[in-house]
């Protein structure tokens, strides 16, 4: 049987269709492969209206509100919800003093925990020759809430910081300098439950761990001092007092510094309360009621509120817990065992060992997370890379990887994550990836230290909008998201 004879034009018709479908398939593919690189894209980044990275001037209170009972307003001191921003608008800092007050702040946590707490010998009237090194960290930590003191209770809107153990605000009379603030001065002489403490006591040796310094003595009272890595102190006698944090939680002789003599970037606030681990600190004196738990928020952004809150009342259910550690320089602050960190949905290929040469600790006075520059350089080159479509802009201060925006009405950003030891991931908030100075000098929020042996610090920038939970008696961390957004 003879073969069957293909005409040409049946066959050219049979080849056009054949490469058709072929081109068809390929087509098909690329799309889902471009559809696959889209919806990871997606997913793995935060879409943002540009015009929501300005500032507003107006207070918009966050919607979730915590159970009164313990709980406190946070406010940021140089936003519109604070009564310290509508007091001294003028004197509000620039984004690069904010930075460079940073700076300031991280070296004195580096210095104390490099060489141990040393230890000064405090007089009253010569405040300024206590040397910063064996101070605490920085006082102008940036979020503020307001308690009461005394009796009758006199408010006062004071800085709180995990960082510092001692609360303390200004006193009358000022015996050297007191800076402005906002509240009227605390009148020891107008209390009727005030009272000094003695400088032979035990409590007032007590001082020299919270401090740095060895107290003083006048007229037999119990002299403190404490320097900020700032240059700010504060000076003054060693005393007990009623404090009033909610209208159901007083606690009587609550001990805490009557500044005579005060100098510094504090804002306006009247003074500090330190959440730290010493046995001075807010949390350890308030342990039998609290048990050393305590939370907070802070807002999205300076128009916007937050919380701190004491005890287990209204902490969420979806919080991870990692282990708190003790750096042994510095037992009073919150250590941290960071463990990784993803860009864009990708973790980066850094080695354990460099995020364990210097340890990390947690601070809410610190504004920009400070990382052990190996893992920086790759964290911001990863950024870089997928941000490749925006226009770079100039560094600001101590912020390399800076952005021009003023072209775009939304723009793309790879989403972040930091991983703690315990599998437990945080994933950043929006206004945590981003420090804004204007629309055309947008930065990455993270700097690298000077070497992989100084200590991380997990800044506030970052906490912005989680809910970090401490627990003081069971050594553990937790954070939430969307705490108070």
């Known amino acids: 049987m003879g073969a069957t004879v293909i005409s040409p034009t049946y066959l050219s018709a049979y080849l056009l269709l054949l490469c058709l479908v072929c081109s068809l398939k390929e087509g098909y593919a690329k799309g889902r492969r471009a559809t696959v690189a889209e919806s990871h894209h997606l997913e793995h980044s935060h879409t943002i209206q540009v015009s929501s990275l300005l500032p507003s001037s107006i207070c918009s209170p966050a919607t979730k509100v915590l159970d009164k009972k313990s709980s406190l307003q946070v406010v940021h001191k140089h936003g519109p919800c604070s009564q310290l921003y509508h007091h001294d608008k003028a004197n509000i800092p620039t984004h690069a003093e904010i930075l460079l007050q940073d700076v300031a702040r991280v070296k004195s946590i580096h210095s104390k925990l490099a060489k141990g707490l040393g230890s000064t010998k405090v007089d009253q009237t010569d405040a300024a020759n206590i040397p910063a090194k064996d101070g605490s960290v920085v006082g102008s930590g940036n979020y503020v809430v307001t308690v009461g003191l005394g009796t009758p209770k006199k408010d006062l809107t004071l800085i709180f910081d995990t960082g510092s153990d001692i609360t303390w605000t200004q006193c009358q009379p000022c015996v050297g300098t007191c800076y402005k603030q906002q509240d009227p001065v605390f009148a020891p002489s107008l209390s009727s439950t005030y009272s000094n403490i003695s400088c032979s006591s035990t409590t007032c040796n007590s001082l020299a761990s919270a401090t740095g310094n060895t107290p003083g003595c006048s007229s037999s009272a119990c002299v403190y001092g404490i320097q900020y890595g700032d240059s700010s102190f504060s000076v003054g006698i060693f005393a007990k007092e009623k404090l009033t944090l909610t209208s159901t939680d007083v606690f009587d002789d609550f001990l805490f510094g009557c500044g005579q003599n005060n100098q510094g970037l504090f804002g306006g606030a009247a003074g500090l309360i330190g959440l730290g681990r010493d046995k001075l600190s807010l949390p350890s004196q308030t342990a039998s009621k609290y048990k050393k738990y305590f939370s907070y928020c802070l807002p999205s952004s300076a128009s916007s509120t937050g919380f701190l809150s004491f005890g287990y009342g209204g902490v969420s259910k979806?919080?991870?817990?990692?282990?708190?550690?003790?750096?042994?320089?510095?037992?009073?602050?919150?250590?941290?065992?960071i463990v990784g960190i993803s860009v864009g949905g990708k973790k980066l290929p850094i080695s354990a060992s460099v995020f364990t040469a210097g340890g990390a600790i947690i601070d809410s006075g610190t504004v920009i997370t400070r990382l052990p520059p190996t893992a920086y350089t790759a964290l911001s080159s990863e950024f870089r890379k997928l941000m490749s479509r925006y226009p770079k802009a100039q560094p600001l201060s101590?912020?390399?990887?800076?952005?021009?925006?003023?072209?775009?009405?939304?723009?793309?950003?790879?989403?972040?994550?930091?991983?703690?030891?315990?599998?437990?991931?945080?994933?950043i908030a929006t206004k945590g990836i981003?420090?804004?100075n204007a629309i055309s000098q947008v930065c990455l929020a993270f700097a690298g230290n000077t070497d992989d042996t100084e200590v991380g610090i997990f800044g506030n920038t970052q906490q912005k909008t989680l809910q970090v939970v401490y627990d003081g008696v069971g050594g553990?961390?937790?954070?939430?998201?969307?705490?108070?957004?």
């Open 398 to 427: 101590i912020l390399d990887t800076c952005y021009d925006f003023t072209k775009f009405s939304s723009v793309s950003v790879p989403k972040i994550s930091i991983f703690f030891s315990g599998g437990v991931e945080v994933p």
């Open 318 to 337: 979806f919080v991870k817990f990692t282990t708190l550690t003790t750096l042994s320089q510095g037992a009073s602050f919150y250590g941290i065992d």
């Open 476 to 485: 553990k961390l937790g954070f939430a998201t969307g705490g108070c957004t």
């Open 434 to 436: 981003l420090y804004v």
